[in-house]
């Protein structure tokens, strides 16, 4: 589903044709922080079932897991582990929240998640640019790859306008996250 999600962005950003100005492996980890993101005022409640066998007594939990929400009661969780005082067989069935997919994010929100990397991978690129000494100065007009290109007014700083656009972009999702949060812990 990233395939579908870095096609979706491309139309979005307007990326869309080569030379490309963001990679696929910058547009994907700017997906994984995303996904963190919402994940931490979002999650999603799934099910596990551990199998207990003789003399274990750590146990994984899954690579997903944020905390339990149900079944865990009587047992020690150190870290990301489950661990036993004493034995016994049988399994161990509970729910947690746990981070999301992409496929798990509402397509109403989807559009949310396509500003956010573009405001984000932009902000990285002016910094990157800036600390090679390209973005210095006054500038009129930057062209970010094909179909992208910006104007700016005289007199402006092109770093400072190209950050605050990059923050304009992210910002609706950060409304999303602070909107009717599920769960909370401390």
Not at 103 to 129: A, H, N, Q, R, W
Not at 152 to 174: V, Y
Request: net charge positive; aromatic share 14%; charged share 30%.
């Amino acid at each position: 589903m990233m395939k579908n999600f870095i096609k979706e962005f491309r139309q979005y950003s307007k990326d869309n044709e080569k030379p490309y100005f963001f990679t696929e492996k910058e547009i994907q980890n700017s997906v994984c922080n995303a996904l963190k993101l919402y994940s931490r005022k979002k999650p999603i409640i799934r099910q596990c079932d551990v199998d207990i066998v003789e003399k274990q007594k750590i146990y994984a939990l899954p690579e997903d897991y944020q905390t339990w929400y149900k079944g865990l009661e009587k047992y020690d969780i150190v870290e990301n582990c489950i661990v036993l005082k004493n034995g016994f067989y049988g399994t161990i069935s509970f729910l947690y929240y746990a981070d999301r997919k992409i496929t798990e994010i509402p397509e109403s929100e989807l559009y949310l998640f396509y500003s956010f990397c573009y405001g984000d991978l932009l902000e990285k690129k002016v910094l990157e640019m800036t600390e090679q000494n390209i973005a210095n100065g006054d500038l009129k007009t930057m062209k970010l790859g094909r179909g992208l290109e910006l104007t700016f007014e005289n007199g402006k700083n092109g770093r400072e306008m190209l950050i605050d656009l990059a923050k304009n972009k992210k910002q609706p999702f950060f409304h999303l996250l602070n909107k009717n949060a599920i769960g909370g812990w401390c």
